[in-house]
Nanobody, 123 residues
Framework: QVQLVESGGGLVQAGDSLRLSCAASGRTFSSYALGWFRQTPGKGREFVAAIRGTGETRVYADSVKGRFTISRDNAKNTMYLQMNSLKPEDTAVYYC????????????????WGRGTQVTVSS
């Protein structure tokens, strides 16, 4: 079992930066691939970024490539999403996800999900 808790969301202006964190429980944190998704009202959950257990492989959605950076600190059981040059269209609830397989995370079918943190970007 893995429990995920997101934090770091908030209200910012366009062009600002924000860093989200996802704290995980469990002794085998480094064995899980992790990812970030986002969702706006009336839309499905959208893939943002994912990272393999050891951190050597990272995948990004085209919409955030070059602006967002996913990372993890296995010693702290925590994953991060550094978001720079934020745009109003980045406004969403951001969720973290975990699974043993990176492709499963990217596909949005992870076994474990957090409850989300709201990010609002004003123009």
């Amino acid at each position: 079992q893995v429990q995920l808790v997101e934090s770091g969301g908030g209200l910012v202006q366009a062009g600002d930066s924000l860093r989200l964190s996802c704290a995980a429980s469990g002794r085998t944190f480094s064995s899980y691939a992790l990812g970030w998704f986002r969702q706006t009202p009336g839309k499905g959950r959208e893939f943002v970024a994912a990272i393999r257990g050891t951190g050597e492989t990272r995948v990004y959605a085209d919409s955030v490539k070059g602006r967002f950076t996913i990372s993890r600190d296995n010693a702290k059981n925590t994953m991060y999403l550094q978001m720079n040059s934020l745009k109003p269209e980045d406004t969403a609830v951001y969720y973290c996800a975990a699974d043993s397989v990176l492709l499963t995370v990217v596909a949005g079918t992870s076994a474990y999900w957090g409850r989300g943190t709201q990010v609002t970007v004003s123009s």
